[in-house]
């Protein structure tokens, strides 16, 4: 059985940072291809990061500069490392596993970014 667990969301302060984690199992993990999405209330899921499988990662022009994400194979674990948060990153961060027709997701972490 696969299993995506996103964590390390919270509440800080804007200009703060925070760091994600997304772990995967029942997986061979090197094989997939992990992104990172955010939905805020009332908005549609955005596309943050993806990971590759030749740990490049890709951003949206969001947070380019902000965040910055790396892949560990061997611990099937991916990082997003997030700094100078806005209000506008809170959201509920989600991790998202796939290849060909296979597609995972996590339940999400939620980023609150407050005075």
């Known amino acids: 059985q696969v299993q995506v667990v996103e964590s390390g969301g919270g509440l800080v302060q804007p200009g703060g940072s925070l760091r994600l984690s997304c772990a995967a199992s029942?997986?061979?993990?090197?094989?997939?291809?992990l992104d990172w999405y955010r939905q805020a209330p009332g908005k549609q899921r955005e596309f943050i990061a993806s990971?590759?499988?030749?740990?490049?990662?890709n951003y949206a022009d969001s947070v380019k500069g902000r965040f910055t994400g790396s892949r560990d194979n061997a611990k099937n674990t991916v990082i997003l490392q997030m700094n100078s948060l806005k209000p506008e990153d809170a959201a509920v961060y989600y991790c998202?596993?796939?290849?060909?027709?296979?597609?995972?997701w996590g339940q999400g972490t939620q980023v609150t970014v407050s005075p």
């Open positions: 029942g997986i061979i993990f090197e094989n997939y291809v």
């Open positions: 998202n596993v796939w290849r060909d027709s296979e597609d995972y």
């Open positions: 990971h590759t499988l030749g740990n490049y990662t």
